[in-house]
């Protein structure tokens, strides 16, 4: 029934004027005490207080759900993201796709790549034109071999297509550097494990690749290497990142690391 | 690993897919197994795999590249040592070009040896007839 804010009628003049209005008082408290949680006023929490209009607040993200900082304070969305006109706050799993992902701009894809098992791994990352970084780590193993790390863009080669252009520092103090063309991104190779940076252009008339790496040698000597390369032909898209290669088994997983910039 | 080897119709390159949907619609690709694309070629006629032979002289022709530039870049350390001596050599002064030479002679004395070992390594790497050997071949000067 409808709640009735003023009850009582004093000028009443049922025979039953008392015993309705009591009925309606009561019928009142009902409604009212409905408003609280558990229909309990005793709760002193009213129903429905954490709504910001018409959201609810809540620990556990989800669509329309206002989420508060947790205990540690903490703004924890889990499996959800944060977006905003110009940059997406979150990262995917891409090490099982089936196929390509477009990343947003700012969002991160990461990408398992267990070498024991294959020697390619296709990043199945849609690529538009842009900029985006890229990361790969790979654990240091002294069962490695010296095995070099391609990136082929497209998830093909291209003869000769990639002029490369290299600097190379190795303990003690020898320095090397070279320009020959391959048929892919080089990206350098993994001897014991080491860490590799990338950041590459993907506009159809400018297809660039600057990238840095640190591995740890045979010897143990370390090497300090830094390339710049460009994937000569203008006329084809660069429409999916590609696929690594590793020319070859190696005991480990590399752990790849792709954001959209632009 | 597998690849679908074709000639791009565009660039009219030798293209290899590393998958199947890679390969332009329409375009008929080759499958092979190979360790690494550049295991196929395109030599005018058709599209095959490398034969052994060719592997080996390409290995052994960017063996000697590395070589190359690594005794260039050991050597280039003490280059100055060697602009010295040549310029005491251009003003005819025996006598700094002979207090050079004894100064320097530990130096001069490693330049010859890393010259010395690069003659011994070409023709280690020309002399190699498997692409294990090959392969196996380090380059790393350890005269110093």
């Known amino acids: ?262 | 690993m597998k690849i679908w080897a074709y000639i791009h119709p565009q660039l009219n390159i030798l293209c290899c897919a590393l998958l199947p949907e890679a390969v332009p619609e329409g375009v008929e690709a080759v499958e092979f197994e190979v360790e690494s694309p550049d295991d196929v070629v395109y030599d005018g006629i058709q599209i095959r795999l490398k034969t052994q032979d060719e592997k080996l002289q390409e290995l052994k022709a960017q063996k000697l590249s590395e070589l190359k530039t690594y005794v260039a870049s050991l050597l280039a350390q003490t280059d100055y040592i060697i602009t010295k001596i040549a310029e005491a050599q251009i003003q005819n002064d025996t006598a700094e070009i002979e207090a050079l030479k004894q100064r320097y002679s530990a130096q001069l004395q490693q330049r010859e040896a890393i010259r010395a070992w690069n003659e011994w390594m070409k023709q280690k790497i020309r002399n190699a007839t498997s692409l294990e050997e090959l392969k196996a071949i380090e380059i790393r000067f350890e005269g110093g």
């Not at chain 1, 409808?2 to 009142?28: E, H, I, K």
Request: proline share 3%.
């Open chain 1, 1 to 262: 029934m409808a709640y009735t804010r003023r009850p009582f009628d004093y000028t009443g003049t049922l025979s039953n004027q008392v015993q309705n209005d009591l009925n309606l008082a009561n019928d009142n408290f009902d409604i009212l005490a409905q408003a609280f949680v558990s229909n309990d006023p005793a709760t002193g929490t009213v129903k429905n207080a954490d709504t910001v209009d018409g959201f609810h607040a809540s620990q556990t993200p989800a669509p329309n759900v206002i989420v508060p900082l947790d205990a540690s304070g903490v703004l924890d969305l889990s499996a959800t993201y944060v977006k905003s006109n110009v940059y997406t706050f979150r990262r995917v799993d891409l090490t099982n796709a089936t196929s390509d992902y477009e990343l947003q701009v700012g969002e991160e894809a990461i990408i398992y790549f267990d070498t024991t098992q294959s020697t390619t791994k296709n990043l199945r990352t849609a690529t538009k034109e842009g900029l985006y970084q890229m990361l790969i780590w790979a654990k240091y193993d002294t069962s490695i071999n010296n095995y070099q790390v391609m990136l082929y863009p497209n998830n093909q080669s291209y003869t000769d297509q990639f002029t490369w252009l290299g600097i190379c520092l190795d303990e003690p103090s020898s320095v090397s550097r070279s320009t020959v063309t391959f048929s892919g991104f080089n990206l350098g190779r993994i001897i014991e494990g080491g860490l590799y940076v990338c950041y590459f252009s993907t506009y159809t008339l400018g297809k660039f690749m600057i990238s840095w790496h640190v591995v740890v040698g045979s010897s143990g000597n370390g090497r300090l290497c830094y390339f710049v390369q460009r994937w000569n032909d203008t006329t084809t898209p660069w429409t999916s990142l590609g696929t690594i290669s590793t020319a070859g088994l190696i005991n480990g997983t590399l752990v790849i690391l792709v954001r959209r910039l632009t």
